[in-house]
């Protein structure tokens, strides 16, 4: 297949990859990008250790979520000054469900699916509650979600690509017919962003939220970004009313005033260590157009499930088998899948594994060639024959899986 514009043997060459390690996990932390540890250490000895306070002027630290705001802007097809970062997934869930909430105060249902990533429904099980639990979160399966919509619902909730199965949803479709009932829909991005293209603006969504550290890169414990449709940036209220998120911080007032546009999503101090590690890790994306990598994924994908399915006859393709209703990993169901999972690491194929049956494999074309998917292959089907992974030591649980 040709492509017309990535040199994927080329952003390959921008990450610093573990030397025999087949990393296929990509889909749950991004590897490092060559760029990181040079652009860190700056901020750290050049900026923080020459500079002090004064680097919030002089580095340009407290513009920094807005500038890299609109650098991820450009991969999620949102305007300029509609993106901003900071806080973690979970609080931007928060500030974008209290906001929608608000601004439907006659509605009282929040629909959204058992595909949704459990903390995003904790965020909306707790906003319930602060509410006076005069809201319904509805949950469904990801196929129902047409079917559950109705003239009573106030805010569509949904990971546009399921974190255990990779199916994704039709955002535009979805976000049309909520729109149609009068309500909004908020999108997490977390699987999507720098997976495949998205455009926030054509599918219309209201809120948008996503992670950094997965496909983007940005490392352990990145920040997160929220988008607001502009329509709305003046009008919806931070449910978490920060300081950064005031009109004029600086001035100190004792009450709070909103600021203008996405700039009221602002809450606290912003990491800049880790603003730093993503805007350095956003650099690989510089010479890489969205499409190539989405047919890459595809080329990839497709791959990976046949050398699979004619190796491994006992795992279940968990993933839709349709390319254009899953995003950019594949997950198989094995009722021994962690064991699987740790004799795969053992062997140098890093994948992970999701409750109760879940195999997962990211699948990132920056930097994954046909090579790997044959060896990664290769090595589960060996482990597969000959029950490799039916050890002890395989089957002793870590804290996290």
């Known amino acids: 297949m040709a492509f017309a514009m990535t040199d994927f043997d080329a952003t390959r060459r921008l990450f610093d990859l573990p030397r025999g390690v087949i990393y296929l996990d990509g889909n749950s932390l991004g590897p490092l990008p060559r760029g990181v540890t040079e652009r860190v250490h700056r901020t750290l000895c050049d900026e923080w250790g020459r500079m002090v306070i004064t680097g919030w002027n002089r580095a340009g630290w407290i513009d920094m979520p807005r500038h890299l705001g609109d650098r991820i802007g450009t991969l999620i097809g949102a305007a300029p000054d509609t993106v901003v970062l900071g806080d973690t997934l979970s609080i931007k869930v928060y500030q974008a469900l209290a ?19 459990p903390s995003d429904l904790y965020m909306a099980q ?10 319904e979160l509805r949950v469904v399966a990801p196929e129902d979600v047409a079917r559950a ?16 199965t990779g199916r994704r949803h039709d955002m535009p479709a979805l976000t049309a017919q909520a729109h149609d009932l009068g309500a909004l829909a908020i999108w997490d991005l977390a ?40 329509d709305h940036a003046d009008v919806a209220t931070p449910a978490l009313s920060g300081w950064l998120g005031h009109a004029a911080p600086f001035d100190f007032e004792p009450g709070y005033r ?78 021994h899948g962690y064991a699987v999972i740790q004799a795969l690491i053992a062997e140098g194929v890093i994948g992970d594994f999701r409750a109760p049956d879940i195999m997962r494999f990211g699948i990132t074309p920056l930097y ?3 090579d790997d998917i044959d060896r990664a292959t290769e090595i589960l089907a060996d482990i597969m024959q000959t029950r490799k992974w039916d050890q002890p030591v395989f089957h002793t649980r870590q804290t996290v899986t």
């Open 368 to 370: 994954l060639s046909h």
């Open 149 to 164: 919509m109705d003239g009573d619902l106030a805010v569509l909730m949904l990971t546009e690509v399921d974190y255990r």
């Open 99 to 117: 906001a929608a909430l608000d601004m439907r105060p006659d509605r009282r249902v929040i629909l959204s699916d058992t595909g949704n990533f």
């Open 258 to 335: 909103a600021g203008a546009g996405i700039d009221r999503m602002r809450v606290g101090t912003p990491p800049i260590l880790q603003l730093a590690a993503l805007d350095a890790a956003l650099n690989v994306w510089e010479d890489v157009d969205m499409a190539d990598v989405r047919a890459r994924s595809i080329e990839l994908s497709e791959r990976f499930i046949a050398r699979v399915e004619a190796g491994c006859p006992d795992l279940t393709l968990a993933s839709p088998r349709d390319p254009d209703r899953r995003g950019s990993q594949i997950s198989f169901r094995f009722a």
């Open 126 to 135: 707790g906003l319930v509650k602060m509410l006076g639990d005069r809201h």
């Open 191 to 230: 699987h999507s962003a720098g997976a495949l293209p998205v455009d926030v603006t054509a599918g219309k969504a209201d809120f948008a939220v996503g992670c950094t550290y997965k496909y983007l890169n940005s490392g352990p414990g990145g920040p997160a970004f929220i988008y607001v449709a502009p």
